[in-house]
């Protein structure tokens, strides 16, 4: 979908993201992953990230009924090798001061990420 992706990030209202997606026309797409029926009946923190992204998105694994996700948002079905979209998200676009701070916090958020993992190297003799 020519998105960049990270995964857990912190949000501003406290919550965490499973995966939080950067478009190049700086689109923000949130992807809620939801593992089986009870993850998703007891999670109700979900409608917090609409404030955070253009699209919310629900990400389930293939055996896993689509008819239980909420129709308001958009559908994928994963697993261990790719991702295909059932359903479109519909677009609540982010006020351009909201998407300044949430493009600023991945963009920081992966730049820590990276530098960490060269640290690491570093600490190994590479």
């Not at 996700?69 to 079905?77: I, Q, S």
């Not at 998407?99 to 600023?104: H, I, P, Q, V």
């Not at 730049?111 to 993992?117: G, P």
């Amino acid at each position: 979908m020519g998105f960049v992706t990270l995964p857990e990030v912190a949000l501003p209202s406290g919550r965490r993201a499973d995966l939080m997606a950067l478009g190049e026309d700086g689109e923000i797409l949130i992807v809620e992953i939801k593992s089986s029926v009870a993850d998703f009946r007891v999670d109700r923190k979900w409608p917090d990230y609409r404030a955070h992204c253009d699209r919310l998105f629900f990400a389930i694994p293939p055996d896993l009924d689509p008819a239980i996700m909420p129709g308001d948002a958009g559908l994928m079905v994963a697993d261990g090798f790719g991702a295909e979209v059932l359903r479109d998200a519909p677009t609540h676009k982010l006020a351009p001061a909201t998407r300044r701070a949430l493009t600023l916090r991945f963009a920081g958020l992966a730049a820590d990420r990276l530098h960490a993992l060269g640290d690491a190297g570093l600490g190994k003799g590479l």
